[in-house]
Antibody, heavy 123, light 107 residues
Framework: EVHLEESGGGLVQPGESLRLSCAAS????????MTWVRQAPGKGLEWVSA????????YYADSVKGRFTISRDNSKTTLFLQINSLRAEDTAVYYC????????????????WGQGTTVTVSS | DIQMTQSPSTLSASVGERVTITCRAS??????LAWYQQKPGKAPKILIY???NLASGVPSRFSGSGSGTEFTLTISSLQPDDFATYYC?????????FGQGSKVEIK
């Protein structure tokens, strides 16, 4: 069974750092683009970052560029999100998701999601 | 960045009704669009990928259409389990972006 499980969230003070993890199982992790999506309380979904499978190319939303770093360890089938200089507006549930691939290797949307981990930034 | 605009933001409908949600992109995204359903306190679930392809396990009452800048998600006969918030998302270009969401409520 394909499964994603996030961890690492918590209550932190403004300016602090946090590292989120997403443990993957049940699929060939290294073959897939992985992504982070967040949702602030009562708000919609916001795409945060993505990383390609083998080459590890990274992409970021403008709102997090320079503060967030996405990475992956294919040997441990784990995705990471390093968040620095946390701000109140980073308070959200953070989801990791697997990006589906078609037979032609183009993207098929985010087909598997974790349950999310909550980050609260408050003094 | 590509902006995605959904309408309506909220929709009240009855069980059995046909429901349509529209998503417009600020520039052409070909067919690189997905639709998701989210229920309170739960992770989103993919419904449609590449604008019109039904994801695995999704009931056939859901369908998607469109290309370029205008897309629709249709629920042919609304069921009690369908009351939720729906999001479109483009993956034509990074940064990927979501629409603001469309909440389907019980009438």
């Amino acid at each position: 069974e394909v499964h994603l499980e996030e961890s690492g969230g918590g209550l932190v003070q403004p300016g602090e750092s946090l590292r989120l993890s997403c443990a993957a199982s049940g699929f060939s992790f290294r073959s897939y683009v992985m992504t982070w999506v967040r949702q602030a309380p009562g708000k919609g979904l916001e795409w945060v970052s993505a990383i390609t499978g083998g080459s590890g190319f990274t992409y970021y939303a403008d709102s997090v560029k320079g503060r967030f770093t996405i990475s992956r360890d294919n040997s441990k089938t784990t995705l990471f999100l390093q968040i620095n200089s946390l701000r109140a507006e980073d308070t959200a549930v953070y989801y990791c998701a697997k990006v589906g691939l078609g037979d032609d290797f183009s993207y098929n949307g985010m087909d598997v999601w974790g349950q999310g981990t909550t980050v609260t930034v408050s003094s | 960045d590509i902006q995605m605009t959904q309408s309506p933001s909220t929709l009240s409908a009855s069980v059995g009704e046909r429901v349509t949600i529209t998503c417009r992109a600020s520039q052409s995204i070909s067919h690189w669009l997905a639709w998701y359903q989210q229920k309170p306190g739960k992770a989103p679930k993919i419904l449609i990928y590449r604008a019109s392809n039904l994801a695995s396990g999704v009931p056939s009452r859901f369908s998607g259409s469109g290309s370029g800048t205008e897309f629709t998600l249709t629920i042919s006969s609304l069921q009690p389990d369908d009351f939720a918030t729906y999001y479109c998302q483009q993956f034509d270009n990074f940064p990927w972006t979501f629409g603001q969401g469309s909440k389907v409520e019980i009438k």
